[in-house]
């Protein structure tokens, strides 16, 4: 199983901490609906997992270099097509990663961060610690990283994300945070850093 993984994924960047693979079976011809409206367009997995960005989003992407970041997903993915697997009992969906790639906080990190405003470090002291706090971090993270990369402001790069390019930021099980199309990441549903760290920041 993992050679298959590694086959598909060949620049997975943690591959050593892999204990567990579990491939998803999903048929082709299955349509991603449901969760916020996703998939309006009704393309099939089939098309989704060899096409993650659709002409009808890549045709009014006006900034080339957004432009070439979703050139750059679509490409990967469209001879062998993306396979969906489970890593440590956690989706992983790096062969569907739009760049830039940011490195996820560590616990003792989301720790340092959290601190550094004075209504987070006060959940973090009495151990109320919530999502939206945690993902206001990471999603800032690769906010700021696009607005570096692309040549925009944050408020632009937040746009892109959401509304451009229709995705969504995640944070993967191999460590990093990136941007992934919205069809995928609320069609697999999940909640696996945000719920590791909760659980160690608020014990």
Same mark, same amino acid.
């Given at each position: 199983?993992?050679?298959?993984?590694?086959?598909?994924?060949?620049?997975?960047? +943690?591959?050593?901490?892999? !204990?567990?693979?579990?491939?998803?079976?999903?048929?082709? &011809?299955?349509?991603?609906?449901? &969760?916020?409206?996703? $998939?309006?367009?009704?393309?099939?997995?089939?098309?989704?997992?060899?096409?993650?960005?659709?002409?009808?989003?890549?045709?009014?992407?006006? &900034?080339?270099?957004?432009?070439?970041? @979703? !050139?750059?997903?679509? @490409?990967?993915?469209?001879?062998?097509?993306?396979?969906?697997?489970?890593? +440590?009992?956690?989706?992983? *969906?790096?062969?569907?990663?739009?760049?830039?790639?940011?490195?996820?906080?560590?616990?003792?990190?989301?720790?340092?961060?959290?601190?550094?405003?004075?209504?987070?470090?006060?959940?973090? $002291?009495?151990?109320?610690?919530?999502?939206?706090?945690?993902?206001?971090?990471?999603?800032?993270? !690769?906010?700021?990283?696009?607005?570096?990369?692309?040549?925009?402001? *944050?408020?632009? @790069?937040?746009?892109?994300?959401? &509304?451009?390019?229709?995705?969504?930021?995640?944070?993967?099980?191999?460590?990093?945070?990136?941007?992934?199309? +919205?069809? @995928?990441? +609320?069609? *697999?549903?999940?909640?696996?850093?945000?719920?590791?760290?909760?659980?160690?920041?608020?014990?």
């Amino acid at each position: 199983m993992k050679s298959l993984f590694i086959k598909s994924n060949p620049d997975y960047p +943690n591959s050593s901490a892999i !204990l567990h693979l579990e491939s998803c079976v999903v048929s082709d &011809n299955d349509i991603p609906a449901g &969760n916020g409206g996703i $998939n309006r367009e009704q393309y099939s997995y089939g098309q989704l997992r060899h096409q993650p960005i659709i002409p009808e989003l890549l045709d009014k992407i006006k &900034n080339p270099k957004v432009h070439a970041l @979703a !050139l750059d997903c679509n @490409a990967r993915n469209q001879f062998s097509g993306f396979e969906m697997f489970k890593v +440590n009992g956690e989706y992983c *969906f790096w062969g569907l990663r739009l760049a830039p790639v940011v490195k996820t906080p560590s616990l003792a990190e989301l720790k340092q961060l959290l601190t550094a405003n004075v209504h987070t470090a006060m959940a973090l $002291n009495n151990k109320q610690v919530s999502p939206p706090m945690i993902r206001d971090i990471t999603y800032n993270l !690769l906010r700021e990283e696009l607005a570096r990369v692309c040549g925009v402001s *944050f408020k632009e @790069a937040s746009h892109i994300i959401g &509304n451009v390019l229709d995705c969504a930021p995640h944070e993967d099980p191999c460590g990093y945070i990136f941007m992934v199309p +919205n069809w @995928a990441h +609320n069609w *697999f549903r999940h909640d696996g850093y945000v719920k590791q760290m909760l659980a160690e920041l608020n014990r």
